[in-house]
């Protein structure tokens, strides 16, 4: 009987010995980042490039797009829970993250949108703005305010700027190189905008339509006009009295350019330019592609192509 009771003490000791250096070790091997989803990942990938001992991760898979009625899985709530910091993009884009702030405990979040001037949702670019103020930064409903902010190439900047602050606080032992990255990156992102807004300056036609809501800011921070939007969120098709109020405004304002998005199907786009002068074009909100650091760049710079053949 003595033997067999040292034998499960021994046995209890060594599992409970076991259990701490897992996590012990998971503490001390790396620390854990987790984005939201693709533009937040890339963001952080270059702020923490090179720096040793770090992960990033992505939370949604990278064909999901935006975060659009995204459901967490459990796998999701696991990946969070294991994070040391969860980023997000902020501004509403993720409706779950109340639920997951009151249900995980201790969770640092890192909120991009800290700051920037935020556009109602379902009003264009020149109607409705908001200053996104630290103490409301996670109070906006979704669909409260247009979540789209990383197409602005100067809101890109300032989340950036945002989540650098948020990672040094939370690992402020690598402050040095995160700094170092994230004023590269910036000096990249600052030259692009430069690129972006000559490329632009001289067009003449401004007049757009967009697939959705996704190049507001885009529009505003480059001077360009959106007229309509073909859908209000990816998914929600407009019915034939949408298309056809469409299609005569099209012909009315003598738009020539509809642009779509590589993500969703253009059969609505095609549609109203079978029945206006306007072409198809496609620009890349960028909710998805490479995991490449310089996604983003090599993105915008291809917008800027597009635009320049549609609207010159």
Known sequence: ?????????????????????????????KVKF???????????????DGVEGIEVDCMAEVQVGCLHDFKLSTDNMRDIEKSDGFIINGAGMEGFIEDIANRVDGLHIIDSSIGINLLADGHHHDEDEHDHEHEDEHNHDHGEYNAHLWVSVANYIKQVENITEGIVKIDPAHEKEYRRNSKEYIAKLTKLQNEMESGLSNISDRNIITFHEAFDYFAEEFNLNIVSVIEREPGSEPNAKDLASIIDLTNETGVKALFVEPQYPDTSADIIAAET????????????????????????????????????
């Open 1 to 29: 009987m003595k033997k067999i009771l040292a034998l499960l003490l021994t046995t209890t000791i060594a599992v409970g010995f076991l259990s701490g250096c897992i996590r012990t070790n998971y503490q001390k091997d």
């Open 34 to 48: 987790l984005a939201s989803f693709y533009p937040i990942y890339i963001m952080a990938l270059n702020i923490v």
């Open 277 to 312: 002068d306007a072409k198809v074009y496609t620009l890349d909100p960028g909710v998805s592609g490479d995991m490449n650091k310089d996604a983003y760049i090599i993105m915008m710079q291809e917008n800027l192509k597009v635009l320049q053949k549609a609207l010159t």
